[in-house]
């Protein structure tokens, strides 16, 4: 274990508090970092990470002034980390996760009324904006790390990506039907697991490690993902931007946009909306790729500070 892992060990020992928050639909895992009766800022990792994506933020957070001011939230998405999965075989909707973060909003505020600011990354971040434009002054700001807006798509795409994906959900159903669960599968190692993740993103070694380790479970001797395989079948229905340029207009929020130097190209070709989209909002660059929150998180946070206690 290197000295950097070390180090976010320490933070995990003496700094968090475990939380099940028992929603109404689901199990979620959480993590706490600061004291509970603070204003929040509520984390929303993305697609196939999980909490520990903010540890390299929340080690630096603590360290800092904004633990005075504010307590950090950190949760696992269903189906990601130690967070239950939905029930059944039915397909997986971007929709959901918006529901998702609402009953978790309502269930940290319902009796205490505490001031929230949501800080989402990729996924976490499509959602935190979906939700903000559709629940007026429910948050208080907005923190958005290489993400904009939920995922548009022509209106033509509609049919085919619900043929394919249907008969893509058929064959993943009929294939879990004929296999027991952990069928000559699994990881000797967590190493090889880590490998793979590293080839797929590109992240590195450390950031691949912290992730996974929260991402698999140890059942006799090897290692399988504990994550919901739906999670990397395609979505079954996509927006227009006609409906997304609906969805988010005229946010009055105060927002903060984060994008890596390196960081997926797409983002900045959708900058020419943000004006339309949001009327409070600072833009910022950061040297870093997608994953800009652990490879870069000493300057994100000095953004996040600037921006939080303006």
């Known amino acids: ?10 933070v995990a020992e003496k700094a968090q ?13 959480a993590m706490r970092y600061g004291d509970e009766n603070k204003p929040i800022i509520l984390a929303c990792h993305g697609w196939l990470d999980n909490l520990n ?10 360290a800092s002034d904004l633990v005075n001011h ?14 239950e999965h939905r029930p059944g075989t039915y397909p997986l909707h971007f929709i959901d996760y918006v529901y ?10 319902h009796d205490n009324n505490l001031p929230i ?27 958005l790390i290489e993400a904009l807006s939920p995922i548009n798509e022509p209106a033509e795409f509609t049919k085919t990506r619900l043929q394919d994906g249907i008969k893509q959900h058929r064959l993943f159903n009929a294939k879990k039907q004929q296999s027991p669960a952990f069928q000559d599968r699994g990881y000797a190692n967590l190493d090889v ?39 990397k079948l395609d979505s079954l229905y996509r927006m227009t931007f006609e409906q997304v340029d609906a969805l988010m207009s005229q946010s009055d929020t105060s927002t903060l946009l984060v994008l890596g130097e390196q960081g997926f190209k797409q983002l900045k070709l959708m900058l020419e ?16 790729d997608h994953h800009v929150h652990m490879g870069n998180a000493g300057a994100l946070l000095q953004q996040i500070r600037a921006f939080i206690l303006k």
């Open 273 to 288: 909306h943000t004006d339309k989209w949001f009327s409070r909002i600072t833009i910022s660059h950061l040297e870093g």
């Open 53 to 62: 994506s903010f540890l390299p933020l929340a080690e630096l957070f603590l």
């Open 117 to 143: 600011t949501l800080l989402g990354h990729s996924l976490g971040g499509l959602v935190a904006a979906a939700y903000n434009a559709s629940f007026v002054n429910r948050i208080e700001k907005l923190i």
């Open 100 to 109: 998702d973060l609402d009953a978790v909003v309502e269930y940290l505020t």
């Open 70 to 83: 504010y307590q950090l939230i950190t949760f696992d998405w269903p189906g990601h980390g130690f967070s």
């Open 1 to 10: 274990m290197s000295v950097n892992e070390l180090e976010f060990e320490k």
């Open 193 to 231: 697991i880590i490998k793979a993740r590293q080839q797929l993103t590109g992240l590195d070694e450390i950031w691949c490690r912290m992730i996974s380790q929260r991402n698999v479970q140890l059942v006799n001797q090897r290692f399988y993902w504990r994550s919901d395989p739906r999670l």
């Open 17 to 29: 508090t475990e939380l099940i928050l028992p929603l109404a639909h689901i199990r979620i895992a």
